[in-house]
């Protein structure tokens, strides 16, 4: 017996409008996440893995517009649902963590006070209640004595803290799904460490279902059961962790593994020659095609689709099969 | 220019290119587009007015006096026969070189102090910015009274009434740009590269801090305008017969009520599409000096 | 042979205002002392707060130090005039951790790079374009980029630009200040190998400030390891990664995510935050949160000291201890770790130096 994915993204289609143009920034976003696993989203800056949570969650800028295709969320479609249909989902089922997590929290209120209004808005808790649950929710994300990190503004938390907190807001509502966005690339690496192993904790007390997004291999080596590598708003390659850290297919992922430093003997890093295409020249068919050094004519004349490789991995490249 | 710019520019697009683009800029921007039409108008019509206006600024028709809007007086007639219209032409000289050189003096002065204050900090910027303080304590109208008053009525004088009223503005302004520059990775990087302090100040820094001082400086177009026609109402601006626009609704005052509206109202009208024009290209023109849009 | 650099207990210290008429002291740097020969690189690693940064900009005089002293090819210049030390930048340049706030975003990345060349009478202010284009060849990037403005790059070429000015002078040494953090990791691979290309073409003397052990292992021939101001280690790139001696850098080494999803890392466990480094005290700053800390930690002063040939460390444990640098003691093992609530530091009231 197979349960149905928690959230199932078919042919999701993204565009941004400006006066002049209106460009395409997600092309045909297609994956599933189960219940309790964690799904890594990786890519580099302009591979469209935020617009996709954002795409997800409705909660593009102004410019931005899905165009196509569906977001199904316990089998109901986000994109068809109305704004307020929308806001109850998120925030009680669906949560994000951002990056900057000073950014993210109201500057100007103890962070006490915003996630009271968290918990007023969504659980409706109030005053001895909802402080009980605050202490809970403070422990659970290993801060220390609640009551004064509570009265205390973000300035005068540190980042690790701050992201600390976010992930408490996040999951004060108990939400199903957490989407965290690069939640660790602004942080030391002593306290990276701290987040992941937060995270991890999580997910075995809570059973908690986690999209990663990140351009941090090592992340995602950590904590992802998953993997999606984008590239210039496409999906280029998917799978297992293991089967993409051990069996990588697409070229550009290749090229990502390989250009990571390592601590270790001297070599020189392979590094993928170019630079991520702007969103107004995205190459035509396969966008990686001009960094590719497999490039043939087919490439930049058929866009490839993804094609399974193996159970769960998927890839899309014309020359999958002779790449080793 | 140096040899770097001087090549960009050789490969620089044409003339017609050039206008096309004018035109789409001003199809997505019609408000700002409306202020620059507003404001060439009026600068167009100050160079030609001693071409295009029927009469003289001075020219007397004493069997015309008080004459209503007609084919022969677009305006109307004044107190004295003279042709209204003419002289808001001619006004447009008075009253765009007032609004010019008031802020040209402001700025200038605002700048170098705020610049200086920012720039060298404590002790000069403590004392510069509390001079500063003083002065922007009183009312502009009052203290531009008080300095029209005390140097007596004349066209110089008021543009320096008016010029001295701004210059906390723009120090302000010009020494929070500065802090914030100071604070940039490319002005260590120019100290990085051994630029001596002077190249600093004025290459590095001051390209950079232009951007809300313009804003800033076309709002206070309007202003000095403003205060140009008010200070010359009452008797401390431009004295008769000059046909500066807010001497002309002094002038035509007393004569609303016997129903000759159109003495002051022409005037008055001239002086609002004046300021108007200013305010209207305010933003549009520190979206244009903004690099990143190029 | 005489390094290219040297500096001999460099200190930065900011006042802050923290009552009337006392004030406190936020120890930015203190006691390092780093020697660069011909040709090497010294990374200075830690993370935020270490003071490395700082240390980056008091070697250039962009920060003055407190106490101290830097010494270019053995000449001291720390006690130069204004004038004279703009004359000696041509010898030292830096390369800025945000490739697009270091470019002036006023002018176009040619006339960035051409304002040293002819600063220092290297070419004449009319013929310099033809170096200029020399020097962005060398750094990867072509003669149509010379009339670009810095936001029409990516932040490759950005930072491209940066070294390119960094070079131009043909300086002996180059701080690089966090270069590749801004960057996406393709692109920063292809940066460390310019990088590494240009030190073994030009033998320049890199002082490079990172956080990232993986990246100073591929440039490094020395290590120097900061945490809240102190060197706490340093050695050879190879001994200090391989066999750290002090707990902070073994922490370091191990809080750095695993590189295959089946591998199993060894964890310390470093609780909490680093605390204050206002009025820090003189014993080991690591106390509150190091997993071997004993009583005697807090008892006597912490001095960075040559324990072996070539390898200092400040861990007074392991001064004590050791055995021909081998030491035993186990290190507590990384639970999920909880934090511990840092003390509110008053925020810096400083004024940097022009």
Redesign the interface.
Known sequence: MTTAPLLQVRRLCTEFVT?SARLPVLDNVEFDVNEGEILGIVG??GSGKTVTALSVTKLLPAAGRVVGGEVLFRGRNLLALSDRQMNKIRGEQISMVFQNPRASLNPLLPVGVTLEQVLRAHRGLHGEEARRISFELLADV????PA??LR?YPH?L????CQ?MMIALALASGPSLLIADEPTTAL???????I???L??LREEHGLTLILIT?????V??L?DRVIVMYAGSIVEEGP??EI?DRPRHPYTL??L???????P?G??????G??PDLRDRPPACPFHPRCKYEQDVCHEQAPVLEQASPGHRVSCHFWREIV | MSAIAAGAARGRSGLAEHAVRVWRWAR?NPVTAFGFVIIFGLIAIALLAPVIAPYGSYELNPSDILAPPSLHHVFGTGNFGEDIFSRVLFGARYDLAIGFGAVAIGLLVGCTLGALAGFLRDPVDEVTMRVMDMIAAFPGFILAMGIAGALGPSFVNLIIAISLVNVPIYARLMRQQFLVVRDSQYAMAAVGVGAPPARILRWHLLPNTWGPIFVQATLQFGYAILDAAGLSFIGLGVRLPAPEWGVMVSLGVQRIVSGEWWVSFFPGLAIAIAVMGFNLIGDGLRDLLDPRRK | MTPVLETRGLKKVYPLRSGLFTHANLVAAEDVSISIPRGETLALVG??GSGKSTVGKCVLRLEEPTDGEVLLEGKPITGLKASEMRALRRELQMVYQDPLDSLNPRHRVGELVAEPLWLHGIAPKRGVRSEVERLFGTVGLGPHHVDRLPHQL????QQRVGIARALATSPKLVVLDEPTSAL???????I??LL?RLQAERELAFLFIS?????V??LAHSVAVMYLGQIVEAGPKSDV?ERPFHPYTQ?????????????VKE?IA?RG?PTSPVDPPAHCRLVPRCPFAKPICSQVPAELVEVVPGRSTRCVRFQREHRNGEWTPAPER?????????E?VPAPIVDPQP
């Open positions: 006066p580099e800056s290993g801060l220390p004595d004064r990190v205390r005068e540190s980042g690790g803290m600390r030391d690496v002593t306290i990276q460490f701290q992941i192993s937060l991890k904790r351009h941090n291999l090592g992340v080596a950590e992802c962790a293991l850290f090229g990502l390989a250009s990571r430093p390592r601590v270790g001297n020189s890093l392979a590094g993928i020659p630079q991520v | 997505r | 993370e935020t990516s932040g490759g070429q996406d990791v393709s692109v920063q691979a292809q460390i190998n590494r956080h990232d052990l993986a990246v292992s591929l990664l922490a370091l080494i191990s809080s750095a995510p695993v590189e295959h999803p089946t591998e964890r470093m935050e990384a639970a999920d770790v909880v934090v511990d609530l840092p509110l």
